[in-house]
């Protein structure tokens, strides 16, 4: 390398292919909005930081393990579906090798050895299934079920074992990625008391791991989740012709729909879990902890929840959960501080800091994608701005006070005093492939589904347009939605090179030509977003 690299030429062109690659990968898609600093997050800065930091490096100032987390890698290559969806597939398929015959996975684990840790965690195994029927939905790549990976093999944990680190054999013989799917969602699908999923060790809220831990605790968050794992699941089971098995994943979901309305409905808000006694958390009758923001997000993104009170649930978040003039959404409220019961090592925090009632930017993004989805625009964009790092540091006194990077998402910011507005875990966060895909997809309303495109946008009433550049292999297509309507959301018609299309969806055509898109924004027969 040394004797290369003495030749300038050679150094030349080293740079000249890595300002390639990136341009490749970051470029696929580019936003022209009227906010310039929401363009800033989009146009490069949110998916440099889920490829570089969380795919490649998974190191960064406050973490430096190198590991994979189950669902986290998982959750980030959703993310990557637009410009690099060949490292979204190959992931998905090396997260299939972590998984054990029983259907559990491995919470994570050190490449290259493999060895990581098999815990009693309920939610990590959910998100093979339901981000491989995203990768499936969004590239029409259908093949990717069939390819084959082997379990992990090991004697199941003893009774009174939480967790084991170490290293574990494969299984002789491989299996398709489907069937790896459906043992995920078969070991996945738990019954409580009220016939909601047990919470196990925890949900994916990790420091909660003290609310289910003798087996009996249930999650309605976990509810909403594995609704939304298996409703997403059953139409790959008929692509495959198996349709006993999806209308079984559909007739799961609908029960588990009923038990979540009956047992998990607080008058204002959904609760969020059960202790082993059955004691609510998350509830009204809470002393702390009282609402939580997840179970009310997820109960509109698995749009399992009857949409009066999934509309009343996300009022309460807003009435409790947003604090405009600090520029936070909050986790839950209030933080565990003096409460006689043991959620676990959550109640470890001090209250307001990371996830104990603090600023959990994760959850606050899948927040405001819940208000898109309800068609409200105007507070959708208006919250993506209030979550913008870009921001927090506009000024020297905000700067001051945020006292983190500006152009990369933080995990967290804290909620109390004297520390209000500090951002924590820069870099290394999930967070950074869900904003990213909030603002394309969620806000601006850009899908794929195989070879087609669909805008189906939610933006504020007061945006007049905004412009699209979506890169298919070596053909362009430049989108142009214009509101002139002033409308949050509905498609009137689309225009592509200068024919009106009879729908909604735009043929994606690899012929190395620039294609120009109008998307007339207005009051349309569908309403669906």
């Known amino acids: 390398m040394i004797e290369q690299y003495r030749d300038p030429e050679q150094v030349d062109a080293a740079w000249e292919a890595v300002q390639e690659l990136w341009d490749g990968l970051l470029g696929t ?11 800033l997050l989009l146009n490069r800065w949110l998916l440099y930081q889920a490829l570089a930091c969380r795919i490649w490096g998974r190191s960064a100032f406050y973490q430096s393990s190198g590991a994979f987390g189950y669902r986290d890698q998982l959750q980030d290559v959703m993310a990557l579906l637009h410009a690099a969806p060949g490292l979204a597939r190959a992931h ?144 790959l089971c008929e692509r495959m012709g198996d349709e006993e098995r999806a209308d079984g994943y559909r007739h799961r979901a609908d029960a588990l729909r009923q038990s979540l309305e009956q047992h998990a409905w607080d008058g204002d808000w959904y609760r969020r879990a059960y202790y082993d006694d059955g004691v609510p958390l998350g509830s009204s009758e809470s002393d702390e902890c009282q609402i939580d923001s997840i179970a009310q ?30 520029r936070l959404i909050l ?59 870009i921001y927090y540091a506009d000024t020297p006194e905000k ?22 507005g500090r951002g924590g875990w820069t870099w290394y966060t999930g967070s950074a492939g869900w904003m990213y895909r909030l603002g394309v997809e969620a ?44 409308v949050n959301q509905g498609i009137r018609r689309v225009i592509l090179d200068g024919k009106a299309l009879a729908g909604e969806t735009i043929p994606l055509l690899n012929d190395g030509r620039l294609h120009q898109v109008r998307v007339l924004m207005g009051n349309s027969t569908s309403h669906s977003h």
Not at 29 to 39: K, L
Not at 372 to 381: F, H, K, M, P, V
């Open 29 to 39: 898609v580019a936003v022209q909005t009227p906010d310039p600093a929401m363009n």
């Open 92 to 235: 998905i398929l090396q997260a299939a090798r972590h998984q054990f015959e029983e259907g559990d996975v491995l919470h994570w684990w050190h490449p290259p050895s493999g060895r990581g840790v098999r815990t009693r965690c309920s939610d990590d195994l959910l998100w093979l299934p339901f981000v491989t029927a995203h990768y499936v939905a969004t590239t029409g790549d259908e093949t990717i079920l069939s390819e084959k990976a082997p379990f992990l093999k090991a004697a199941p944990l003893e009774s009174e074992e939480v967790e084991r680190y170490g290293y574990y054999e494969t299984t002789a013989a491989a299996h398709t990625l489907y069937t790896h799917c459906l043992q995920a969602l078969d070991k996945g699908t738990t019954v409580g008391f009220h016939g909601l999923p047990l919470l196990g060790s925890h949900d994916w809220n990790d420091g909660m791991s003290r609310v289910g831990i003798e087996g009996q605790g249930e999650s309605v968050w976990l509810g909403w989740f594995l609704y939304a794992a298996l409703t997403r699941f059953a139409p």
């Open 297 to 326: 997000s997820w109960a509109v993104l698995s749009r399992a929840a009857e949409p009066k009170r999934a509309a009343k649930a996300m009022d309460s978040v807003v009435r409790r959960l947003v604090r405009q003039d600090d």
């Open 331 to 389: 986790l839950f409220a209030p933080p565990f501080d003096e409460t006689a019961r043991d959620p676990g090592y959550i109640k470890g925090y001090p209250p307001g800091i990371r996830e104990n009632g603090g600023q959990y930017t994760h959850a606050a993004l899948w927040a405001v994608w819940a208000f898109a989805e309800l068609g409200q625009g105007d507070r959708a964009e208006a919250l993506f701005r209030l979550l913008n790092p």
């Open 399 to 420: 700067a001051w006070r945020y006292q983190v990077e500006p152009y990369v998402v933080a995990a967290d910011v804290y909620s109390v005093e004297p520390y209000i």
């Open 443 to 486: 806000i601006l309303g850009l899908r794929r589904a195989g070879d087609t495109l669909c805008i189906n946008p939610c933006i504020p009433s007061s945006w007049q347009g905004y412009e699209l550049i979506y890169r298919y292999g070596k053909t362009v297509y430049r989108i142009y939605v214009d509101n002139s309507a002033r």
